[in-house]
């Protein structure tokens, strides 16, 4: 072989290794390079993965068990507060009749006959708030069991005690002795007798003594679901009352809406 012949044998042998050289560079580079968008899809891909976490609607709570109802009624809804802001109707409006007022609560229908000729107005104010809805979803926000002292409070559309339909009128129909017989319907009222009464009235599921010198109007009697009260009343009243026996009922009941309508004779 000639020295020619020799270097020419060197130079091809030096470009095969300088071409296999840029081939393993090139192909580090191309790792590399993959390697990079492989890394930088997979933080891309995480992101989204934890933005979809992120961004996925929480699922629906089981719905709660709905507690019993310590009466065995449905529960009530949750009272709407209605502020009235109303007039006080004429006591014509009772027409000295007698009255049917339909209470439809979440524990069933309690009937009343309301008399117009006994206590006009305060007939007259009960027609006018059931026409009005003023009742709807009220709580009866007091319960009395003790001796001497059983009946339902009901009437604030607030359950607070304190609402009232913006106005008053006075005692009508007060028994003389104090004592409210068993079915019994009347007013509660604030301490004034002129103009105490408004909305809120109560119903007497046992003899009830109230020794006030003015009284409280009776203005009906209850001729259905007096059964209703009496299983509200077996429950008790919840503690933190004003007594052991006076606070809001342990089994809630709420009046839904009323309906009046005359009775015929």
Not at 150 to 177: H, I, M, R, S, W
Request: proline share 8%; aromatic share 4%.
């Amino acid at each position: 072989m000639t020295k020619k012949q020799e270097r020419e044998r060197a130079r091809r042998r030096w470009e095969k290794q300088q071409k296999t050289l840029a081939l393993r560079a090139e192909r580090r580079e191309r790792t590399k390079r993959i390697a990079a968008i492989l890394g930088t899809g997979l933080v891309v891909a995480g992101l989204v993965a934890g933005l979809a976490v992120a961004l996925r609607p929480e699922p629906d709570p089981e719905p709660a068990a709905s507690q019993p109802h310590a009466a065995g009624c449905e529960q009530p809804p949750k009272p709407l507060g209605t502020a009235a802001k109303l007039e006080l109707p004429d006591k014509a409006t009772a027409k000295a009749a007698t009255w049917t007022a339909t209470l439809t609560t979440n524990c069933g229908d309690i009937v009343l006959d309301l008399d117009g000729a006994k206590a006009p107005q305060a007939v007259a104010s009960f027609i006018q708030l059931a026409k009005a809805d003023y009742w709807l979803n009220s709580p009866c926000q007091r319960l009395g069991v003790g001796d001497g002292f059983k009946l339902l409070q009901c009437g604030d559309p607030t359950g607070t005690g304190q609402g009232n339909p913006g106005y008053g009128f006075g005692v009508e129909n007060a028994p003389a002795g104090g004592t409210y017989p068993r079915g019994t319907v009347a007013m509660a009222r604030t301490q004034d007798p002129e103009k105490g009464n408004g909305g809120q009235f109560f119903l007497v599921n046992g003899e009830t003594k109230l020794p006030d010198a003015n009284g409280y109007t009776i203005f009906g009697t209850i001729t259905q679901g007096l059964d209703i009260v009496d299983k509200v009343a077996a429950a008790g009243v919840e503690p933190g009352g004003e007594s052991e026996t006076i606070g809001a009922p342990k089994a809630p009941i709420s009046i839904l809406r009323v309906a009046v309508t005359e009775k015929k004779a």
